[in-house]
């Protein structure tokens, strides 16, 4: 038995791969009964069965359990960082094509979606989403966004429900033009909204 | 036996409660087979074994069946009539005041959300509300807002998505500030922009 896992009696031998498997199944238990803020990473080591320090050294933090147990191809938290350094006046044109060239990538869509759906057919989906998604995302652009001056976090959330409900249109209910107009159609329309939230005018 | 009804073997005897009903789960299924825009009044009236005279004396017409089908306490399209009339310079307001009004009702918000959820998880519940929404509504948007002018449909659903994305983070995800916010502050933020995507400037 290696270091970092105290097996069960009946439990079948393990190695990393069962170990990772094992932390990702708790992490979806753990993140859909308690939601994504109050998940925590001993929470889920200890439902695993494996030690803290191995869920760190197999994903790093809480945000990237959630995105590998939630199957994301990669942390949206990791672009909006790349969208959020430069310029405030273009702040809002890297946001909405960062925002749309993520939801045009299918990886990143289909377990996306799933998420959206837990959201519409759970409280419990409903938490998780709007914690990861409070926490993760909007804060963030909220504090990016507020170095020129605060920016009040309903407006924030007004330039959110854009994008989200462009994509919804879009993907889910697949209304045309919307679902054929290409990304930097998309853009022209939505960036200025986008603009005018965080910014007033 | 009453007119404007056969009835099949087998069939418990009906009165106007039992032929209503029997109309309302065919159109059910009809919608959730072949869309809203290829499900016919006819065809409804066939499989609920009425007249479709029937149909039209109980309902008035397909859109109304659809409404009444899916349990909407009223007709989103005659509270969007309502809007469209009066000056363009306020169209947009009215239009989210509208809107916002309808989804602040439980009544209509409960049957809502579980059409859009149903575009969430199967084909053709997408098929179904993208239809009614782009045929009932959206179509008679598009013609109102054309008054001064040509609209291009793209416009009109982006505007649509700042609507649909507000109330999908209100009463879905449910992010604060947003689900606790005022119609009100929502009309002033949201309205300008969904001018603005009617108008352009």
Redesign the interface.
Not at 160 to 166: E, K, N, P, R, T
């Given at each position: 038995m290696s270091a970092g896992v105290r097996r069960g009696p009946g439990r079948p031998a393990d190695d990393g791969a069962d170990r990772r498997q094992a932390i990702l199944d708790a992490a979806r238990e753990q993140f859909a009964e308690k939601g994504y803020a109050a998940a925590s990473v001993r929470a889920i080591a200890r439902v695993a069965d494996v030690d803290p320090a191995l869920v760190h050294h197999y994903f790093g933090s809480k945000e990237k359990v959630f995105v590998a147990a939630m199957e994301l191809p990669f942390d949206p938290a990791d672009r909006l960082s790349v969208a959020l350094e430069g310029d405030l006046d273009d702040l809002a044109e890297r946001l909405t094509r960062m925002f749309l060239g993520m939801w045009a990538d299918p990886m990143f869509r289909t377990p996306m979606?799933g998420l959206?759906?837990s959201?519409?057919?759970s409280e419990q989906g409903?938490t998780m989403?709007?914690e990861f998604?409070?926490e993760a995302l909007?804060g963030r652009v909220a504090q990016a966004a507020s170095t020129a001056g605060p920016v009040d976090?309903?407006?924030v959330?007004?330039a959110?429900?854009?994008?989200?409900?462009?994509v919804?249109?879009?993907y889910?209910?697949?209304?045309e033009?919307?679902a054929s107009?290409s990304d930097e159609?998309?853009v022209a329309?939505?960036a200025?909204?986008v603009h005018?939230?965080l910014y007033g005018g």
């Open positions: 979606l959206v759906r959201a519409f057919t409903a989403l709007r998604v409070g909007l976090p309903l407006r959330q007004a959110a429900g854009q994008l989200v409900g462009v919804i249109l879009r889910v209910v697949r209304l033009p919307l107009a159609d998309l329309l939505v200025p909204v005018r939230h």
